[in-house]
């Protein structure tokens, strides 16, 4: 700890701090714009200027550390004022630089109101121009479809390098040519290639790298903010969606250290366009092979009456993969109420189960933990399209010291080098027998990390696998009672929440599969769009979109999505988080507690609550680590493990394969959307490019 | 500075590979930096690729250093773009380097300019045959062989239309040229004739602190109102003396004037003044100590002590509303951050 004078307030910050960080910690407000807490330091804006006592001209805060300050003649305290005339003199100077080139966009620009240099203008800047001369002009590159340019505004702060080359770690980003004709581009002007690229316009400090999707269709203060959590992966992002009337006109992130410090992928952001696509809004009923709309009482009718004659063994559920907690507890009392056990929130046949304990299907170290672990061995999983943002935090520990790396499961670019041990199951057999020399790394870890993901286990010998892992993770000595590095990977929003709850098949019940291979009667789907369900069974469809869910069914019932209702999810480290309403569902569609209280009645098993909060209290009785909103509630990791190992089983010869095929296509939201299929497309050639 | 542009896809080689000579030139530059910091001879292999690609970098030799030296093509892009050294578009075979700079352009750059604008066209183009190609650089320092050019790896001095025109001829034809000054000067050496530094005091040690006996005499009679004018200009606040102070470390240099008259020798070898004073080789001058001693001009337009409290203004730093800052009262020179020290405006002190 060091201690510092700034503005006349005595501080005591960590001697690493930059003068900008003492500067905020004592309560003074420096503007900036290249400087940002999460890239590298880059000192080129000169916003961020101070006084330093002793020191001849202003200094760049930002890249001044307070250890490298003088003291005072007596030994005291080095001093620095943010407030002087010099430095009000300094911010005046460079904010006139800055504008010498900026070009007076503002009305048309699509940062107008929510941009960094139209704010410092107005507070640190002077109110006129000495300058006559023309403004420099720059041709706008292309970017690809996420990111608009208007390359006239570029101040050059190049926070957008920075953030493709250390957070996304796909650097294709740059700034050529120099001096006053240097311009930021990407390499030839090709599209990104990174799945974080839109982070880049929420970084850009001014208008010139802007969303294209929802380019030009609002002012940011016409639109309602609120507070949610992403359920494009597991992950579950934190996020603001802003909506204006009943729309939702973007998705932006919100900063929480816990799971996304302030990145979100492509997908949480742009799938907007899918919220209003495709969208299911009125019931449906299948009548001579053909869906027609119907009303709600119609629809209940017919789903009541073929419940009725149908004995509870040939009813089954599956719940998909965006469905919310309180609507998963529905289903579940409801279908306790009709005696049924076939059950299966698990539509990817993955084999994680309460039955083993909590630790054993949670990422246990959980997302912050990762920046610990001190080895990182990942089996059957792709994390950059899987979980974007896990796969940030590895990036993120790798680069403040690789720690070893290794990976069994699809040799694919991870931002980040690894050692590539195996395709397969044969690979973690021959490293637990220790023929390779990674085992020694991992047992002389301290904390070793052990990710799993559902390429490993969504399979027939995923038991197997998942039991061999456990034996490795026992093994290495990854659970103790400080550190737990058993960790699953989820790709299911609904998926943690789901298993909490307890929703797989009962006694003599069957699983996903089995039902929709035909063996039940009836099946109520919840939202599962990802599993073919063979023809014959009565399919009743509650869902959002019209995928292939819908297509399927015999009766559909609209629902709302997680920007519409109220809706606690669990992300893959078990942390219990709440998603709130920003708009209404279209048409007739209603929140999905809702409908499923509505059918109750209709079926004769009125469910016990007629509000979602009289539901909840329900909840919080039964399952009471669901109210601990914001948390992680820890399991037991050393039961669990013991649970696994003691299964055992035979592993196939099979290589482990993500189950996500394509980032941007994972589920109806997103398929519906315009965005992320020109995304996909493009990605599509890319790929095909880098294989030539 | 000249617009750069990558060349046009049509002109850009289909690939580009390494030759074993530029490999070896690569392995040998890679091998000076630390494992892992490979990328930093980055420089050095674009170089040299420019040389292995005919005097430009196309784009398929800016990815094969990229490859070479694993590192992203946009970092590698971003370097090739920063220094106008590397050319991004096809040079034709004799690159011609015009020096246009200060020097070069008061000893008649200007003509060598229309010889390369007849003769080869607009910079940046390559003439038709494939052996020119031109461009105007900043200063190439040679700037007394002034005016000069560069072409490919060599220097071209004391330029005149007609002897440029010749080397033009020379080149296209493959003739031999000679390098360097074409008027057949020894390096930078006096032409002609020497009528510079011919002084003898200037080697006899007569000069050292010769300015501060100047100074001296000078302080003494004030009665003049010249000199009185001349002493209110000298800085009021002077720092305290320090009479070593910016001199340089006295060491025992071998054949100083003043280490010959410690030797009990004449301070300046008699046939080093014989010779330097030679009216056949050098012209009459005059030395500027044998004139009445004047005081070194000092420029008002520098920072000046502050004649006192008096000078400083009173008005708050902020300019009214509505006055622009060009008219405004207060100083927008950052001279207020310098204390005791007002700007001379006007240029009226003294």
Redesign the interface.
Known sequence: MAKIIVDGVEVDVPAEYTLLQAAEAAGAEVPRFCYHERLSIAGNCRMCLVEVKGAP??VASCAWGVRDCRPGPNGEPPEISTKS??V???RE?VMEFLLINHPLDCPICDQGGQCDLQDQAMAYG?D?S?YHENKRAVTDKYLGPLVRTSMNRCIHCTRCVRFT?EVAGV?????????E?MEIT???EKALGSELQANIADLCPVGALTHKPESFHYRPWELTKTDSVDVMDAVGSSIRVDSRGREVMRILPRVNEAVNEEWISDKTRQIVDGLRLQRLDRPFVRENGRLRPASWQEAFAAIAAKVKGTDATKIGAIVGDLAAVEEMFALKLLMESLGVTNVDARQDGTVLSPAYGRGSYLFNTTIPGIEDADAILIVGSNPRIEASLVNVRIRKRWRAAPPPIALIGENADLTYPYEYLGAGPDTLTELASGRHSFIETLRGAERPLIIVGQGALARPDGLAVLSAVAKLTQDVGAVTDSWNGFSVLHTAASRVGALDLGLVPGAGGLSARQMAQGGVDVLFNLGADEIDIAPGAFVIYQGTHGDRGAHRADVILPAATYTEKSGTYVNTEGRVQMANRAAFAPGEAREDWAILRALSDVLGRRLPFDSLNALRAKLYAAYPHFAAIETVQPADGTAAIQALVGLGGTLGREAFTSPVKDFYLTNPIARASGVMAECSALARDLKLEAAE | MAVRKLAPEELQPESFVFSPETEAFAQQQIAKYPPGRQASAVIALLGKAQEQAGGWLPRKAIEAVAARLDMPPIRVMEVATFYTMFNLEPVGKYFIQFCGTTPCMLRGAGDIKRVLEKRVGDQNHVTADGTFSWLEVECLGACSNAPMVQINDDYYEDLTPENFEKLLDDLAAGRPVRKGSQIGRNRSEPHEAVNTLQDPSLYDGSVVGAWRKRFEEQAKPAETGEAEAAIASVPQEARAAKPGAGRPIESEAADTPAERVKQGETPFNPVDQKEAADPSVATKGKSHTEEGARSAPQSSKSYVASPGAGAVPSSPTTPNAGTPPAQSETRRDGSESKPGVVVDKDNMTS
């Open positions: 001209k202003p005339p010099t009000k003199k300094a100077g002077v006129t000495r080359a650097p294709d980003m740059g700034a050529l040519w120099r001096g004709d990407s390499y030839l």
